[in-house]
């Protein structure tokens, strides 16, 4: 069973409920750090805002399943962008990420982060050499970023890559903050409100509790937006699962770290009711593709324990955000044809910084001011063949798991999405969809979109 240490003490906000329709400015969907900051900037800048979310309280789902880890360094990726991007446009990358932090960092309280540095690191030779290619990517770039083998961690280390002054946040609770600030500014934010239809020719959101939201403005801060059938979005991305735990530890470590190897690993410390956690994970599989996930958890557990000299973790938690063919992730306008809708999705596991980045360059086209990177992040942007490619691959994935699934998982439910037979995920508890990433709990209600529907259970007599 899911037991996030974000969780862990937390006073969540006390939101009301939507009763009546309404009509706003923006109506954003969705309470996670993407669509609560968002809300932010833009009541802040005077505009009508309504938010929409699902679970009882905002920052309950991804934001609160993450590592907490908000840094322009995410992982080997400026040698990827290079290959595909020009030097100026992988620098905006960064920049627009690095610019974001500092931002929001201004206005969130000390005791929801703390400045550290973060490490790439490696543990073989072809680490090493995956490293030194990072590296060559951040000299030609003018990275702030240095190669070391000078870690406090008792594992062997062959190389790693340091990139100074960064973050690490508690998520749930500097995404609350935000919350707080967002109403203050003027924002209006409805909890346990789940959308079920979006009426795009009349500009109008349908909910569960019969009430609609007529909007001039829509941004859909989901993984899977809910008209992600236009356009082909749901070809378009992949979902990892990854899986967390955290145990108690004596001691706070001075950066965080991820690992360059296959199947990478994850690491931080997080100071939680005054108590030193450890926090370690990676493991990363299709959503869905995998039943037997105990597994995941119990390697994890054994390195943990052998490797820190560490107690057994006491928290277990898993995560997964899609990706895009090209590492960069689909925020702004959906298209040129229908430009007062946005989305924000495909963060390749580093939603934080890239929520902050989503927040700036929605809001900043919304109220018609330029965003150094609102080009580079279009969702609407070429390199139409590789995402064809990406595209074709991940259809036949999606083919096999709705056909397949007739025959392999008669039993399973279908998930109320667009059909696909759910697989059931025994670590986690949960029914999970192998074709674009819905979650439901043992008793079918939903954990994650992009369905709005619970499943239908079967009785057990």
């Not at 530890?249 to 956690?277: F, K, M, W």
Request: glycine share 6%; net charge neutral.
């Amino acid at each position: 069973m899911q037991n996030s240490l974000w969780l862990k003490d937390v006073e969540s906000l006390s939101l009301p409920t939507l009763s009546k329709s309404l009509d706003c400015d923006v109506c954003i969907v969705g309470g996670g750090l993407t669509g609560i900051y968002t809300a932010y900037l833009l009541a802040k800048k005077g505009i009508n805002v309504i938010l929409l979310e699902a679970k009882p309280s905002v920052a309950l789902g991804t934001t609160s399943h993450s590592t907490g880890k908000l840094t322009p360094q995410h992982g080997i990726i400026f040698s990827k962008l290079l290959k595909n991007f020009s030097e100026g446009d992988v620098r905006t990358y960064y920049q627009a990420n690095k610019n974001a932090i500092d931002s929001a960092l201004q206005f969130a309280p000390i005791e929801t982060y703390q400045k550290i540095d973060s490490f790439i690191y490696a543990q073989s030779n072809y680490g090493s050499r995956t490293i030194q290619d990072e590296l060559n990517a951040y000299k030609k770039l003018n990275l702030p970023g240095y190669e070391t083998t000078d870690t406090e961690l008792p594992i062997p280390i062959t190389s790693a890559l340091k990139m100074e002054d960064t973050a690490q946040i508690h998520p749930t609770n500097f995404t609350l903050h935000f919350a707080k600030l967002a109403l203050k500014e003027g924002a209006t934010i409805f909890t346990n409100c789940r959308v079920t239809r979006v009426i795009i020719d009349e500009k109008i959101v349908e909910t569960n509790s019969d009430s609609r939201i007529s909007y001039k403005n829509l941004v859909l801060c989901t993984h899977y937006p809910i008209e992600s059938i236009r356009n082909l979005y749901t070809t378009k991305l992949s979902i990892e699962r990854s899986y967390l735990m955290a145990s108690k530890a004596s001691e706070l470590l001075q950066g965080q770290y991820l690992s360059v190897e296959n199947p990478s690993r994850t690491i931080r410390t997080a100071l939680i009711s005054n108590t030193p956690y450890f926090i370690y994970g990676g493991s990363s599989h299709k959503a869905g593709a995998i039943k037997h996930t105990k597994s995941y958890y119990k390697d994890l557990e054994t390195e943990l324990v052998s490797n820190f000299d560490l107690p057994k973790p006491t928290y277990f938690w898993s995560a997964q955000d899609p990706d895009t063919p090209d590492y960069i992730p689909y925020i702004g306008q959906l298209t040129d044809s229908e430009p007062n809708i946005y989305i924000a999705t495909g963060y390749r596991k580093w939603g934080l910084s890239n929520s902050l980045v989503a927040g700036e360059i929605i809001s900043s086209t919304i109220t018609k001011e330029a965003h150094m990177a609102a080009s580079l992040y279009s969702p609407s942007r070429g390199q139409f063949g590789r995402n064809l490619l990406y595209s074709l691959k991940n259809i036949g994935f999606v083919a096999t798991s709705l056909v397949g699934g007739y025959i392999t998982r008669i039993e399973a439910p279908k998930c109320t999405h667009l059909g696909c037979k759910t697989r059931w995920n025994e670590a986690d508890e949960t029914w999970d969809c192998p074709c674009h990433g819905s979650r439901f709990d043992k008793n079918g209600d939903i954990i994650e979109g992009p369905a709005v529907y619970p499943l239908k259970l079967k009785k057990q007599m």
